[in-house]
């Protein structure tokens, strides 16, 4: 069974950075694509970034330039390096195994943005 559990976020300032993880277990990591969402109060969950099997990646527009996504296959986890933190970054961020094997969401680390 996929189980997924995010950990770093906080509350920090604007202008600061984090580096969101994601430890993952029940799932061959090297095998499965993997996403980073956000969902903010009163809005819908949306995608932040992604990372394939192949380590393709690609961003949301509004993350462009300030995130990156990778995997660290030998310690199964994932990663979100998140830089240039505006308030608009307040969000629960959410992991995700996106298959093609595995699927499964974790339970989400607050990060709260400071102006």
């Not at 979100?80 to 995700?96: E, G, I, R």
Request: proline share 3%; net charge neutral; glycine share 10%.
């Amino acid at each position: 069974q996929v189980h997924l559990v995010e950990s770093g976020g906080g509350l920090v300032q604007a202008g600061g950075s984090l580096r969101l993880s994601c430890a993952t277990a029940g799932m061959v990591l090297k095998l499965t694509n993997m996403a980073w969402y956000r969902q903010a109060p009163g809005k819908e969950r949306e995608l932040v970034a992604d990372i394939t099997s192949s380590e393709a990646t690609r961003y949301a527009e509004s993350v462009k330039g300030r995130a990156t996504i990778s995997r660290d296959i030998p310690n199964d986890t994932v990663a979100l390096q998140l830089n240039s933190l505006k308030p608009d970054d307040t969000a629960v961020y959410y992991c995700q195994a996106a298959g093609p094997m595995y699927f499964g969401w974790g339970q989400g680390t607050q990060v709260t943005v400071s102006s």
